[in-house]
T-cell receptor
Framework: ETGVTQTPRHLVMGMTNKKSLKCEQH?????MYWYKQSAKKPLELMFV???????ENNSVPSRFSPECPNSSHLFLHLHTLQPEDSALYLC??????????????FGEGSRLTVL | GQNIDQPTEMTATEGAIVQINCTYQ??????LFWYQQHAGEAPTFLSY??LDGLEEKGRFSSFLSRSKGYSYLLLKELQMKDSASYLC??????????WGAGTKLIIKP
């Protein structure tokens, strides 16, 4: 138990579906992150939120839409995805000070399969 | 460009010692992290080095050489539960984390 909870753990969707991934942290952290993890590839940072404000968007396609209503919750809205978007999506949180991320606390991830 | 290199896979025997190497090229440097990730689980923090030298935490130690752009994670008295992927990440001058692809460690009895 890392203090970061992600739902659903597994998701299968067609290319025309719309779904959302949810992340919740109970650690009192001020920063939240979405990462994409594909087999045998480095973690890819997608989005960073600091105190609910998006501070980074690493050229992520618009079919991925993040939402951060407060410092404890983070969503990733998915629509018209492609099969190559199939991956493990990891949420993380940290106590970010002066731009330094510090130790990241990860959720167990949402395994997404796009058919 | 920025890059982290680490071996894809390593195999070791229970009770032995294994060293997982990581070389990094970053624009500036603000430290290096190691994370452990068991299959199907969340990555968890193992260590952070920003100064040269060895940091020991029980059976795990992490070493950094800034002049060589090199780090290693040393695991002693290996246990079956140490079978996992080990992720190396360097932090650049903008505090961006540059991740390696991970080293899958297989422990055999």
């Amino acid at each position: 138990e890392t203090g970061v909870t992600q739902t659903p753990r597994h998701l299968v969707m067609g290319m025309t579906n719309k779904k959302s991934l949810k992340c919740e942290q109970h650690l009192g952290h001020n920063a939240m992150y979405w990462y994409k993890q594909s087999a045998k590839k480095p973690l890819e940072l997608m989005f960073v939120y600091n105190f609910k404000e998006q501070t980074e968007n690493n050229s992520v396609p618009s079919r991925f839409s993040p939402e951060c209503p407060n410092s404890s919750h983070l969503f990733l809205h998915l629509h018209t995805l492609q099969p190559e978007d199939s991956a493990l999506y990891l949420c993380a949180s940290s106590l970010r000070t002066s731009g330094e991320p510090g130790e990241l606390f990860f959720g167990e991830g949402s395994r997404l399969t796009v058919l | 460009g920025q890059n982290i290199d680490q071996p894809t896979e390593m195999t070791a025997t229970e009770g032995a010692i294994v060293q997982i190497n990581c070389t990094y090229q970053t624009s500036g440097f603000n430290g290096l992290f190691w994370y452990q990730q068991h299959a199907g689980e969340a990555p968890t923090f193992l260590s952070y080095n920003v100064l040269d030298g060895l940091e020991e935490k029980g059976r795990f130690s992490s070493f950094l050489s800034r002049s060589k752009g090199y780090s290693y994670l040393l695991l002693k008295e290996l246990q079956m539960k140490d079978s996992a992927s080990y992720l190396c990440a360097g932090m650049d001058s903008n505090y961006q984390l540059i991740w390696g692809a991970g080293t899958k460690l297989i422990i055999k009895p």
